[in-house]
């Protein structure tokens, strides 16, 4: 994948708990913004999942539970 330098700003205390873990700095904002990136799209699949029930007249809490779970155990397979 093609990189792009940018300049971003980072509040003191972010930056020395990033700084402690060691390691690469872009690396690492890297794969915080693609695990935050995923994250948001999950939250918003389990949304749309709970409102198809909905529309089809399923039941919602059923439904809302069902897509924590699938969102739960992907975000567990994010972190390995």
């Known amino acids: 994948m093609a990189t792009?330098?940018?300049?971003?700003?980072l509040d003191e205390e972010l930056l020395a708990a990033l700084d402690a873990l060691?390691?690469?700095?872009?690396a690492s904002v890297t794969e915080a913004i693609?695990?935050?990136?995923?994250?948001?799209?999950?939250?918003r699949l389990?949304?749309?999942?709970?409102?198809?029930?909905?529309?089809?007249?399923g039941d919602l809490n059923h439904a809302?539970?069902?897509?924590a779970a699938m969102g739960m155990a992907?975000?567990?397979?994010?972190?390995g």
């Open 64 to 67: 809302m539970a069902d897509g």
């Open 34 to 43: 693609q695990f935050w990136l995923r994250r948001r799209e999950l939250e």
């Open 22 to 26: 060691g390691g690469n700095r872009s």
């Open 46 to 57: 389990q949304e749309a999942y709970g409102q198809l029930a909905q529309i089809q007249g």
């Open 4 to 9: 792009r330098s940018i300049s971003v700003s």
């Open 74 to 79: 992907a975000l567990q397979d994010l972190d």
